[in-house]
């Protein structure tokens, strides 16, 4: 039987009139990254934050690691990490010193706190920055600084919460690597984000969040699949053609087309590829010039609207 890292059943965490959680049921094994993905309120953090131990559900139960997270949350902390959205370490210090601090909070002595530091500033690329105020440190510094800090004692368990949140295309890479890396070395991730991206470069497994239910679970392709064997993408060369574009469409395919932010373009989920030639022919007779038409593999943006009935960064940010 597959190990589990995280069991729950029912986990349910209120607020006023809000059900922030509304008892989710997960079972998930030990090894890899499990992406939670959601968009802003959903849910994600405050998950997080009860497989953490820094707050007690309201209903139902959960074991990390084999432990009750309410009964035996002392030895939960023991085994797992945390690493939030906004830098935990203190910005006044530098890199060295607040890796030192921690590693002393943890029990290591002088020399050997100043050589875990050490270590973590040479695995995570900061030697040339270690003695530097980490409020100097780039976007992506800081991140890295911060997932450092959550390894001073390896956790068997390491939530990483919106990780890449405000970051550019390159320090968001930097941090992909090092969480492939961690994996590699034994941890277990579990990955909260919103960009679905993310989600699809990392994760062995998601669950999808919305409004505090799971309302699917799978694999990157399982979750994919199950919204259509491919998807159809149109655009038109003119916008003013696109809602004759999608009658002929939907007429030639036997599907109902759907829009997107963009005034040309036209999304679909197909099953029958056969009509394709036949459409791409009655756009051509009915004078109707494309600038794209491709028929591929659905996206987890496209799985997401599916699942919700909106893309996911629709999502207004909860207050």
């Given amino acids: ?9 029912g986990l349910t965490k209120v607020y006023g009139d809000t059900r922030a959680v509304d008892g989710i049921d997960l079972a998930i094994p030990r090894g890899g990254v499990h992406g939670f993905l959601g968009p802003n309120g959903a849910g994600k953090t405050t998950a997080i934050r009860m497989f953490a131990t820094l707050i007690r559900p309201d209903a139902g139960h959960a074991r990390v690691l084999g432990h009750d997270i309410v009964r035996a949350a002392d030895e939960v902390r023991s085994k797992v990490s945390l690493t939030g959205q906004f830098a935990s370490v203190d910005e006044d210090l530098s890199g ?3 890796l030192r601090l921690i590693a002393k909070l943890f029990g290591f002595r002088g020399a050997a706190a100043t050589r875990r530091a050490d270590e973590l500033l040479g695995a995570f690329g900061l030697d040339d920055a270690a003695d530097r105020q980490v ?23 390491l939530f990483l919460d919106e990780p890449t949140t405000g970051l550019d295309p390159r320090a968001r890479n930097e941090v992909w690597d090092i ?19 993310e989600a699809d470069q990392l994760a062995d497994r998601i669950s999808v969040i919305d409004h505090g239910r799971i309302i699917a679970e799978g694999t990157s392709s ?73 028929l591929g593999q659905p996206t987890l943006d496209e799985v997401f609207l599916a699942l919700t009935g909106r893309p996911a960064e629709d999502e207004e940010e909860a207050a």
């Fill in 179 to 197: 969480i492939r890396a961690l994996v590699r070395h034994g941890t277990t991730v579990m990955l909260t984000t919103q960009y679905l991206d």
């Fill in 96 to 98: 060295r010193e607040n």
């Fill in 222 to 294: 399982e979750l994919k699949a199950s919204v259509g064997s491919g998807t159809l993408h149109v655009r038109v060369m003119r916008r003013q053609d696109r809602d004759a574009a999608r009658d002929i469409l939907a007429r030639e395919l036997g599907i109902e087309l759907g829009t997107t932010h963009d005034p040309q373009a036209l999304v679909a989920g197909l099953e029958d590829r056969s009509g394709v030639t036949r459409a791409l022919a009655a756009l051509e007779q009915a004078h109707i010039e494309l600038a794209q038409f491709s």
């Fill in 135 to 157: 409020k100097k440190y780039s976007g992506g510094m800081r991140r890295r600084i911060d997932i450092a800090a959550s390894l001073v004692v390896s956790p068997e368990l």
């Fill in 1 to 9: 039987m597959t190990e589990l890292v995280i069991e729950t059943a």
